[in-house]
């Protein structure tokens, strides 16, 4: 039996373990956690002290593990039990991306072992 993947998405999205998010600094005292990124969104963790409202427009500027950073800005799309969706006008490289899938892969070598399998399903 082949696996066949269950979740087909028009953008890759990469998740990040927990010790490996890093911040979206919005402003001088505002920095929320990055869960996942993809080339046009973001999945931020909710703050209870600094809510994000649907429809808000969002823009900071995301450090990644090497230092460098990226400026994004969009608009919250949609809010869910795992978090904020950002839908970007002004979202991350291909670079960025293939930079931190790399990390996360070396760094964390089981990471996407147990996150891939959630989204293989066996077919019958």
Do not use: W
């Amino acid at each position: 039996m082949t696996p066949k993947i269950n979740n087909l998405r028009r953008f890759f999205r990469l998740p990040y373990p927990r010790a490996a998010q890093p911040p979206l600094t919005v402003d001088k005292d505002t920095a929320y956690r990055v869960l996942e990124i993809s080339e046009c969104g973001i999945l931020l963790a909710q703050q209870a002290n600094t809510p994000l409202q649907l429809g808000e427009y969002l823009r900071g500027s995301i450090l990644f593990h090497d230092q460098d950073s990226e400026e994004i800005e969009g608009e919250v799309y949609r809010l869910d039990p795992r978090g904020v969706i950002v839908r970007l006008s002004r979202g991350i490289s291909a670079r960025h991306m293939m930079r931190e899938q790399a990390y996360i892969k070396n760094t964390f070598p089981m990471f996407f072992r147990y996150t891939v399998k959630e989204n293989f399903k066996a077919t019958k």
